[in-house]
């Protein structure tokens, strides 16, 4: 079957849209480094375009009409747009779902230690890492702490030029004959992943007293490092050891994303898993004019790890806000809401494999996704026979085709790599319980889950605008 080149195919005013997409899209990965983040990001984003609030609308009874644009955010990490469309919800509506939780490691809820003058924090890692990719690279903190009074502490620390920056040792070559013979899965140990904080000794002179006029404690000069961090934190944050029992700190890597290649063809960056579908997702809801169909944009949290908890795609947070915007669109009934979602069509995005020429026995190349070759289809994910798998309808399939087709979006269908390598899941099959038609969708990406993953610029761009055609043609 024939392959278009993405870039082949763009005049320069093209070139440019694609230029301004892209430099959107890396303020967006930078300003989005963890759910929490990107919510903000997106809520600011989506607000200035005339987005309102689901609940101040449900507090105040106004209903809704076609052409209306609401959101509603559930625990800071994940969110429901809507923009109402022409036909009744109970038609069904085309739906755009992305996640927004990266691979990363989280901060444990007791971390902070001391060993040999050095202070750690503690972590346990979180989605599926290599985890001899982290060590040795310059890490950030992002995240939050609770204090038990309510109050929020918004920490980021290692993004700005002269912040300080974190690492995980690893062991130097000379010594590492053992370490080399282990698998790459046992070559860095899980509880090996701790992050280095601190190095310095707080001073205790002789004879010193603290506020009270007491010497300081003996434990406190045994911990001299650790004691050291306290202090900064309490003095920076008003944070207190305990205060990590209800923290939600995540490491990820420091830095920018990058354009990457002397052509400047690729970005390079952090999270662009899924973060890559929820942007051209986002993006593509806010520049569809008025549609016929209603139009819905989920971007969840909690893929990585099985779409679990309140902020995952298993939770009734999505189920409950279409019944809450059909209510203020005088359409609800149980039945109703039921009729719209098996009505629905849902490009169910995600990042895919591309194909990797340095790993090339991973892939079956007639079906594997091409870096620069378009938006991709996986009609199928999954591992083994598809287990765990959306299989979406072949009927499905044909129309997106024609839609796609029909507004010269370049795309290509794909499956995660050969068959009986590996495989992976997406948040197709929780959507499909509906009954509706969903498909797996999106862009192509090298290095996927390492600290730092690449994608093509035209597929970014391609994949926006097969979103636009998806919204504004879709109807099965
Ligand atoms: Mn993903
Ligand atoms: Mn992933």
Known sequence: MERKVTWETYDEGQMKELEALNREYRDFLDNGKTERECIDTIVNTIEAEGYRELESLIESGAKLQKGDKVYSVCMNKSIAMFQIGEKPLTDGMNILGAHIDSPRIDVKQNPLYEDSGLAYLDTHYYGGVKKYQWVAIPLAIHGVVVKKDGTIVELNVGENEDDPVFFVSDLLIHLAGEQLKKTAAQVIEGEALDLIAGSRPIRIDAGEKDEEGEEPDKKKAKEAVKAGILDILKENYEIEEEDFISAELEIVPAGKAREAGFDRSMILAYGQDDRVCAFTSMRAMLDVKETERTMCCILVDKEEIGSVGATGMHSRFFENAVAEVMNLNGEYS??????????????????????????????????????????????????????????????????????????????????????????????????????????????????MHAPWEATSKADVYETYRGYMAFAEGAAL
């Not at 194909?355 to 190349?365: H, I, L, M, V």
């Not at 870096?371 to 991709?376: A, E, H, I, P």
């Not at 399939?397 to 979006?409: C, G, P």
């Open 334 to 447: 149980e039945l109703n809401l039921r009729r719209c979602l098996a009505h629905s069509c849902m490009l169910s995005s995600d990042v895919s494999a591309g194909y990797d020429p340095s790993y090339a026995s991973c892939f079956e190349k007639k079906n594997a996704a091409f870096l620069g070759n378009g938006m991709v289809f996986n009609k199928f994910t999954g591992s083994r026979g598809k287990s765990g798998s959306n299989d979406a309808n072949a009927e499905y399939m044909a129309h997106l085709r024609k839609v796609m087709d029909e507004r010269e979006i370049v795309w290509q269908t794909a499956e995660l790599g050969k068959v009986d390598v590996g495989g992976g899941g997406t948040i197709a099959y929780i959507l499909a319980e509906y009954g509706m038609n969903v498909i797996d969708s999106g862009v192509a990406v090298l290095n």
